[in-house]
């Protein structure tokens, strides 16, 4: 889709998409039952949540809800991650629960996404045994994805704080659209 020129101040266009535009063009060409959703697998979750780096971490406080974009690595049944303090981590602090979404999106009807409900835990460097050693672990798999993590060299020094999400709950849902072949009427 394309968007005019500037439009005149208080109003605002856009054009009609252009029949040349390889998204309308594959909007044209699908019937009516051409998209089709269905249900992710458990082996299809897992291999997302491996091959993906980057989600969005929902949660919520009263009667106000926010997302925001985290790295993150999973491994059995845990999703690792660090941020920075802040208004994310006084929130979680009163309220654990939390949802976290990951999409994969190559257009409007090829998608697959993910959400899982768990359990927020922050993650501490000293404490007991079982603490320091979930503490070297995501550290250890926080360098994984950010080289360097935790130490002199990290580019976002300022997101020290290591947590682990429970997965409770996880679902995904597919979208996909049949184009028809050089054949088909």
């Known amino acids: 889709m394309t968007v005019s020129k500037a439009p005149r101040a208080g109003t605002t266009t856009t054009e009609t998409p252009t029949l040349d ?23 299809e979750i897992e291999a997302m949540l491996l091959r993906n780096r980057v989600g969005r971490l929902a949660f919520s406080i009263h009667d106000r809800v926010d997302i925001q974009p ?13 941020t920075s303090e802040g208004e994310k981590i006084s929130t979680l602090k009163h309220n654990q629960w939390v949802a976290f979404e990951v ?67 996880v679902r995904g849902r597919a979208a996909s659209m049949k184009l028809p072949g050089p054949n088909d009427p």
């Open 21 to 43: 535009d390889p998204g309308v063009e594959r909007m044209l060409a699908a019937k009516t039952g051409n998209v089709t959703f269905r249900d992710l697998s458990r082996e």
């Open 70 to 82: 985290i790295h993150y690595i999973y491994e059995r049944g845990w999703l690792y991650g660090r």
């Open 103 to 169: 999409d994969e999106i190559t257009d409007l009807f090829d998608l697959r996404s993910l959400v899982i409900h768990g359990s927020f835990w922050i993650l501490h460097p000293a404490g007991s045994p079982r603490a320091e050693e979930l503490w070297k672990k995501a550290t250890e798999l926080m360098s994984r994805i950010v080289p360097g993590a935790l130490t002199e060299h990290d580019p976002v020094g300022f997101r020290h704080t290591l947590f682990r999400i429970a997965v409770s709950d």
